[in-house]
């Protein structure tokens, strides 16, 4: 009985504060303030309402070309920008319609890419000609619902951390050097001798992802092997889910 009055005076307690007293817009700009990981995640945390406050797309950071309001903070005229602003955890939503450039962008910090479409071919990436990739990764990340096109290259390079494609279309554009293509590149190494490092890992994770064009759909020149091929065929299309993991 004492343990449910308690309880009763904590939750009557967090009614009444006074933070709780402040509409959604004041909340939402406190937690701007905050680092996504791990302060806005330990906000999540804390209920329903902060939890839906926290992760709400307003605090993303997006791309936009042209941008409509120079003095709007957290939107990029290019994905280079916004990479180079976001913090660890941060989302960042690319604006559908027309082309956004993309050449040797290393990200180096768990974030997540998104396209702002509803399908995967209205938001395009073009790694153009001279370029070795598109993105390249050496932190855990994911990306969804982008295209990404590469004319020479690969689209995707992974050299650490988990890497998860989600909806996207990865095409390697037609051409006689067609052999020198590759949709996704893989060169993380597994160090099995250091448990602490294995523990972390690094892999690859596709999900319901066409890809088109290229030398095969995977290269791998670390220790990692393609594993688990699915493949759904529709009237127009591939969709395959793999992983690439240690062997």
Same mark, same amino acid.
Request: proline content about 5%; some cysteine; hydrophobic content about 40%.
């Given at each position: ?10 939750? $009557?307690? *967090? =009614? ?16 701007? !303030? %905050? @680092? ?79 396209? $702002?479409? *509803? =399908? ?16 390249? !990764? %050496? @932190? ?108």
């Amino acid at each position: 009985m004492g343990k449910r009055r308690r309880l009763a005076a904590l939750v $009557g307690e *967090e =009614l009444i504060s006074p933070v709780n007293s402040l509409d959604d817009g004041c909340l939402m700009h406190i937690f701007s !303030f %905050l @680092s996504p990981i791990p302060d806005r995640y330990n906000t999540a945390l804390v209920c329903h309402r902060w939890r839906f406050l926290a992760c709400h797309p307003r605090l993303w950071l997006r791309v936009e070309r042209p941008i409509r309001d120079v003095m709007e903070t957290g939107v990029y005229p290019n994905l280079e920008a916004a990479v180079s602003a976001a913090r660890p955890g941060d989302t960042i939503l690319i604006a559908a319609g027309g082309t956004h450039v993309a050449c040797n962008i290393q990200i180096k910090k768990p974030i997540c890419i998104m396209g $702002g479409g *509803e =399908l995967p071919d209205d938001t395009v990436l073009t790694c153009s000609r001279g370029s070795d990739n598109a993105l390249e !990764f %050496l @932190s855990t990340c994911k990306i969804a619902n982008l295209t990404i096109r590469a004319e020479l290259g690969c689209c995707l390079l992974h050299r650490s951390g988990r890497l998860t494609i989600q909806e996207c279309l990865l095409q390697c554009e037609q051409n006689p050097l067609d052999y020198l293509s590759f949709p996704i590149i893989s060169t993380a190494i597994e160090y099995n001798s250091f448990p602490a490092l294995k523990e972390q890992g690094h892999g690859v994770t596709v999900v319901r992802t066409r890809i088109e064009g290229g030398a095969k759909a995977v290269r791998t020149n670390g220790t990692l092997a393609l594993q688990h091929v699915r493949a759904i065929y529709s009237r127009s299309s591939v969709f395959f889910w793999f992983e690439v993991g240690e062997k």
